[in-house]
């Protein structure tokens, strides 16, 4: 199975999350790429919506462009058919150029090998941004996608923009589930299971998962929807959002954000404090750190002040839960 990263903000500015199934039926399976008319259109969009999107609350989104990345550069691969109100931000391909830059200048070029192809969606002020594999067994390369009404203030880096947010965020999927981190195949997992596949003993999401969740995750799995938010409550003081307690794989992206963005380690004793002080034993995460924070092009960054963003204070669990699976069928 497929899993997307998703983060929404609902019409009352609470965020969420989800994965879905992605369906690709219109690549072509020699090519693993997809087919297109003369003018880079492709000429299959029954999959635009494909079954199961209401099913998770996909259909807020309208994909509009998906390009292929080189180095720091993106060409076009197809624009997908999008409804008349969206046509203007479809053909709006000087911005999709500029948050394509953006994401450029946040994240540093040797750490950006494993995007393969980058997608502007709208996101109907509910989507901020999501990431997949482009293919389910290979988790080397991915799509990296971020909604276009949500991209705003892209001449400068600043984190009270949630947008610069979402970048770091999703790239913290990219950096803890890929080919390194995540074993594709299932069998004899000695870890546990995730849609991707079964996390290595040393990855960033085992090491994090043993800090704060070996103990609970029985309980975690047996959860109703409605049940996360008193999940958090009990367990607040193990996460460092409540979105964070929504699974395992959006706990250790939240960590990492809160590690690239803050000023310095967390001084308290918390297992939330202790999974963000495990990263600064890493020496490969601490360089990355450093290489996001010392750019010159992200000088108007100012570490941690988009948790001064009022919306922040309503970033919570929403109806969507982003769960976890039990088996590769499942």
């Known amino acids: 199975m497929k899993n997307k990263f998703w983060i929404f903000i609902t019409l009352a500015l609470v965020v969420s999350a989800c994965?879905?199934?992605d369906y690709f039926d219109d690549l072509d399976p020699a090519t693993d790429s997809f087919?297109?008319?003369?003018?880079?259109?492709?000429t299959d969009d029954s999959n635009d919506h494909p079954p199961g999107d209401h099913d998770h609350g996909s259909d807020n989104d309208a994909p509009l462009t998906t390009y292929r990345i080189t180095g720091d550069?993106?060409?076009?691969?197809k624009d997908h058919n999008v409804a008349p109100q969206y046509q203007s931000f479809?053909?709006?391909y000087a911005k999709h150029i500029e948050m394509w830059e953006f994401v450029t200048r946040l994240l540093p070029f040797e750490i950006r090998g494993r995007l393969a192809e980058f997608e502007v969606f709208h996101g109907e002020g509910e989507l901020l941004g999501y990431?997949?594999?482009?293919n389910d067994n290979d988790l080397s390369r991915w799509k990296f996608a971020l909604a276009i009404d949500a991209a705003n203030n892209l001449d400068?880096?600043?984190?009270?923009d949630f947008f610069t947010y979402v970048v770091i965020h999703e790239y913290g999927h990219v950096l803890t589930l890929n080919e390194e981190e995540v074993n594709t195949n299932f069998n004899n997992c000695n870890t546990f299971e995730i849609g991707e596949g079964c996390p290595r003993t040393?990855?960033?999401?085992?090491?994090?998962?043993?800090i704060g969740w070996d103990d609970i995750y029985d309980e975690f799995q047996l959860l109703q929807e409605e049940e996360l938010f008193d999940f958090y409550d009990k367990y607040q003081d193990r996460f460092s959002s409540d979105y964070a307690a929504t699974n395992p794989g959006e706990d250790v992206a939240e960590?990492?954000?809160?590690?690239?963005?803050?000023?310095t380690p967390p001084n308290g004793n918390s297992i939330a404090d202790q999974k963000i002080k495990s990263m600064y034993n890493q020496p490969d995460l601490v360089e990355l750190r450093n290489k996001i924070r010392q750019s010159p092009t992200v000088r108007a960054l100012r570490a941690g002040s988009w948790l001064e963003n009022p919306l922040r204070n309503r970033f919570k669990i929403g109806k969507h839960q982003h769960t976890t699976v039990n088996s590769p069928a499942e």
Do not use: H, W
Request: glycine residues 2%; without cysteine; negative net charge.
């Open 35 to 42: 087919q297109e008319d003369d003018a880079g259109n492709d």
């Open 202 to 210: 040393n990855s960033y999401i085992n090491q994090n998962f043993l």
């Open 19 to 21: 994965q879905r199934e």
């Open 156 to 160: 400068e880096i600043n984190f009270k």
């Open 131 to 134: 990431v997949a594999p482009i």
């Open 73 to 77: 550069d993106i060409d076009k691969i």
């Open 255 to 263: 960590v990492f954000a809160f590690f690239i963005t803050s000023e």
């Open 90 to 92: 479809q053909q709006d």
